[in-house]
């Protein structure tokens, strides 16, 4: 997990016309999901028409494979700043029909151009040269990242206008929240300016099909799919691209040998564990993602972790990646959470309030340590999801039950099945509001007995902890695994205490009150947004001490003996 390098701010044009391609669409304004499937979602609907959602509502295998498919077709190439955009799709086109192209600025402008098929792609490359550099030399790597030389005079009207590729500051968000006019659309306005944009997950896809080509060197019928935050529905622009290798899908795998007669099988070199043969084959991937990736960069090769990783930035789309192999367990709870995103849209928001608010806080942070991660924090909402009543969600348990043959899975011994058909599952009758919801989360985990209780989502209910942990968060289908093993008493501590602070703060009418900021800079924030300024009680090194609204005596009492609760173990 790691922040990205930089956010890319995206501008996308539909294919075909000209007169289409001029017309921009912001995207900050009409950001539309990472995953096609809960597009429509809307936070400040919670009983939406499900029957119409369902419609659109694709398995994550079905949407990967169409999102592959796209990047297949699909090239990456690096702009001149003020290119000619209507010459460019001219010269595109000469080698096919564009279906879709967009621009976005990341150290520099690019342009991710998908064609209708495969042989346009080819055609294009084929007519592209190889970089003469004077005083270096260059690896004569062939790939579908491409840079456009001298098209034309660079004094003509540049077509297309590139955001610089910044992300929503908080100060920026807290603003915008402040102007709202209920904490329902604050959280639907967080999640919009949040989630990955529409050409954000198109270039996702894209960098795993320019890696794949790497791989391919080695294994030709290798995948790369992208899993975690980028494709389970919780993405944050700016999140890291975890990637899969992915090698089941070679030819020959799974053939049985004849039990009579004559046939053949591959000599193969032999390794002491599955664990050896994915360290070697991440050592020499990672190396010629080194040597020859164009645009890879600060590659680090981290094989002894538990689960080898090769971590590298891809410069061209500004993403931190790192890839694995060998992963499934990864993979399924990519889909699982993706299911359970797509099950109701108030899933997402929530994720994405309560995420945004917890790296606001520190609570979470890109730099592995003590910290609560993402995905423990995920599990977090979604067991308080669970056990409102009526529940939101159902038990990972339940989702086993509807499966059908098509998605039994067993990973290791571990019973990883569940289902994924969205139609099979039954909507549920809550209807409590996210104002409601963002508030009971945080009173919840407030008095929860973490101390002695494990959160546990595939029965719905918490358990004694079966180990001593300061935070016990069982793994949904490694069931005898803490997936929040690495959180400290201290985090887990200003964890709690920000919880309760924010329980109150939420429980302030005033401070939960619109100010109607208007449409100026300077709104006073109120409902959510307050919950975004620095904490009174479980302050972050360096961050100025906010203005508070005056707070009753019960509420400064309250303050005042978790901040003496807190001290000791925070400083
Ligand atoms: P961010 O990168 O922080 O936005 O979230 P993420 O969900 O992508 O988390 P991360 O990059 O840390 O991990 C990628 C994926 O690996 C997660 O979505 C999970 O599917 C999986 N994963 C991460 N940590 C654990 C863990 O402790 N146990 C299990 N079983 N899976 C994990
Ligand atoms: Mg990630």
Redesign the pocket.
């Known amino acids: 997990?790691a922040s990205s390098l930089a956010v890319c701010r995206l501008h996308m044009r539909g294919g075909g016309s000209f007169v289409k391609c001029l017309q921009k669409v912001d995207t900050f304004l009409h950001r539309s999901i990472a995953t096609d499937v809960v597009a429509a979602a809307r936070a400040d609907a919670p009983r939406k028409e499900e029957s119409d959602e369902k419609e659109e509502r694709k398995s994550l295998h079905s949407l990967q494979v169409e999102r592959q498919e796209q990047a297949e077709r699909s090239v990456l190439i690096s702009c001149q700043p003020r290119t000619n955009e209507k010459k460019f799709l001219k010269f595109l086109s000469k080698h096919g029909d564009v279906k879709k192209y967009f621009f976005y600025e990341s150290y520099g402008i690019y342009a991710v151009v998908e064609f209708s098929d495969r042989e346009s792609v080819a055609s294009l490359l084929e007519g592209a040269a190889i970089p003469s550099v004077s005083h270096e030399s260059t690896v004569p790597f062939k790939s579908r990242l491409l840079s456009l030389r001298n098209l034309d005079s660079p004094n003509q009207l540049s077509g297309q206008q590139c955001q610089p590729q910044t992300t929503i500051t908080i100060n920026e968000l807290t603003q915008r929240l402040s102007r709202e006019e209920s904490v329902d659309q604050q959280i639907a306005s967080l999640t919009k300016a949040y989630q990955l944009t529409e050409e954000n997950s198109r270039l996702r896809f894209l960098v795993c099909s320019l890696l794949k080509d790497i791989a391919a060197a080695y294994f030709p019928e290798c995948t790369i799919k992208p899993?975690?935050?980028?494709v389970?529905g919780?993405?944050?622009l700016g999140?890291?691209l975890?990637m899969f290798l992915d090698l089941d899908g070679i030819s020959g795998r799974n053939i049985k040998m004849p039990k009579s007669g004559l046939s053949l099988e591959y000599q193969v070199k032999r390794a002491n564990s599955e664990r050896a043969v994915t360290q070697s084959i991440l050592s020499v991937i990672g190396e010629c993602v080194d040597q020859f990736g164009p645009g890879c960069v600060g590659v680090q090769k981290i094989l002894n972790a538990r689960c080898p990783l090769v971590r590298f930035a891809h410069q061209p789309s500004g993403f931190q990646c790192?890839l694995t192999a060998n992963n499934r367990?990864?993979m399924k709870?990519?889909e699982l959470?993706y299911l359970y995103g797509g099950l109701d849209p108030r899933v997402r928001s929530l994720v994405f309030t309560v995420r945004c608010w917890a790296r606001t806080h520190g609570v979470t942070s890109s730099i592995p340590g003590a910290w609560i991660?993402?995905?423990?924090l995920?599990v977090m909402v979604l067991f308080f999801l669970q056990k409102r009543s009526p529940p939101i969600i159902p038990t990972l348990d339940h989702l086993r039950d509807l499966a059908g043959p098509a998605d039994k899975s067993v990973i290791e011994g571990n019973d990883c099945t569940f289902v994924s058909d969205f139609s099979k599952i039954q909507p549920q009758s809550n209807t409590e509001t996210l104002e409601k919801l963002l508030g009971e989360f945080f009173e919840f985990y407030a008095t929860f007995p973490l101390s002695r209780m494990s959160i546990n989502i595939r029965k719905g209910k918490e358990q004694n902890k079966p180990e001593v942990a300061p935070l016990h968060i069982q793994?949904p289908?490694?069931t005898s695994?803490n997936?929040s093993k690495n959180v400290n008493a201290t985090q887990l501590d200003r964890f709690v205490v920000l919880c309760q602070e924010s329980s109150w703060l939420l429980q302030q009418t005033e401070a939960n009150t619109p100010r109607g900021g208007g449409g100026g800079d300077d709104a006073t924030p109120w409902g959510l947004a307050t919950l975004l300024l620095p904490s009174q009680v479980a302050g972050v090194k360096g961050r100025k001490k906010r203005r508070r609204e005056p707070a009753s005596e019960r509420i400064k009492g309250l303050l005042e003996s978790l901040k003496n609760k807190n001290q000791p173990k925070t400083s």
């Open positions: 997990m899993f975690g935050s980028s389970n919780f993405g944050k999140c890291d975890d790192d367990v990864a709870s990519t959470l991660t993402n995905f423990s995920t793994n289908f490694e695994l997936v």
